[in-house]
């Protein structure tokens, strides 16, 4: 279950299940749920899941679903991908030792978040006004002060975006508002994700730096990303539901954080946008496109 439907994420998940042995329709029964992009419509949907007497298990892609599924049953088990702590959200008692119903892949954020804002300043010594792109999703399971706090001491004036509506994007990242900012940074929000194309166009019009959370972003044109390779980060997520469906409990299961970071660079939009690149940040980069 999660707040919208991402037909990457669906393919990826039933891949991943068949590698694991799973075969949908023979040993498996795969029902992918989604609130078509309302966040507060969670809660229901995960009250009408526990309800099902058929589920073995609730995947629970973001915080916020992760908390209304929680909320929902204290005894399906979860295995939920969450962008904040699962300690201080209240998902687990410690990360060795979840102790619920609930285990999964804990990213932390914050954390990269303020590394891609790090990563700006090393891009545009001289930037002055810094927009950090967030929804709803993502202002509602997890704080940006320690990302606004790394800015200011960074010498930025940072200012949170906040995409209210999905429908109101081209209004909200229009070419006039995204004018007033230096550079742009997003943060790991499925959301977000879910309107990639449309973002990078008006990110693209606006002529503006951005960095994104993952490689996709910039495989689908946009300059620059850093974050935990998710693809890896599902493979793990994927073993964790294996390991509860062959009968492991999810509170003896450690939560696990990603392990592997990509940082990637499209230089024809560097080029574009008239950035010389630090040979720094080039030498870190695990994909410099061409």
Request: charge should be negative; proline fraction near 7%.
């Amino acid at each position: 279950m999660g707040p919208v439907d991402i037909p990457q994420q669906t393919d990826a998940t039933r891949r991943l299940l068949a590698e694991s042995g799973y075969v949908e329709g023979r040993n498996i029964q795969l029902e992918f749920r989604n609130t078509a992009g309302n966040v507060d419509e969670l809660p229901a949907l995960a009250r009408e899941i526990a309800r099902d007497g058929r589920v073995d298990v609730i995947i629970a892609i973001s915080t916020p679903a992760a908390l209304a599924a929680c909320k929902a049953t204290q005894t399906i088990p979860i295995v939920a991908f969450a962008a904040v702590d699962p300690v201080a959200a209240g998902l687990a008692d410690s990360l060795a030792h979840p102790g619920r119903n609930v285990t999964g892949i804990a990213v932390f954020s914050e954390e990269t978040t303020i590394k891609r804002v790090e990563l700006m300043r090393e891009l545009l010594p001289r930037a002055i006004r810094l927009g950090t792109v967030t929804t709803k999703l993502t202002s509602g399971a997890q704080s940006l002060a320690p990302v606004l706090e790394t800015g200011r001491k960074l010498g930025f004036e940072v200012e949170a975006i906040d995409v209210d509506d999905p429908a109101n994007i081209a209004t909200i990242l229009s070419p006039e508002i995204l004018a007033r900012f230096d550079g742009l940074v997003f943060v790991p929000d499925v959301l977000l994700g879910a309107h990639m194309t449309e973002i990078i166009k008006m990110v693209s019009l606006s002529n503006k730096p951005a960095i994104f959370p993952s490689p996709d972003w910039v495989a689908h044109g946009g300059f620059m990303s850093f974050g935990p390779d998710f693809a890896d980060a599902a493979r793990h997520l994927i073993a964790q539901v294996d390991r509860v469906l062959k009968g492991a409990k999810p509170g003896d299961l450690p939560f696990e954080r990603p392990t592997k970071f990509d940082l990637r660079i499209n230089l024809r939009i560097a080029k574009a946008l008239g950035i010389e690149l630090p040979p720094t940040i080039v030498a870190r980069s695990d994909e410099v496109i061409e």
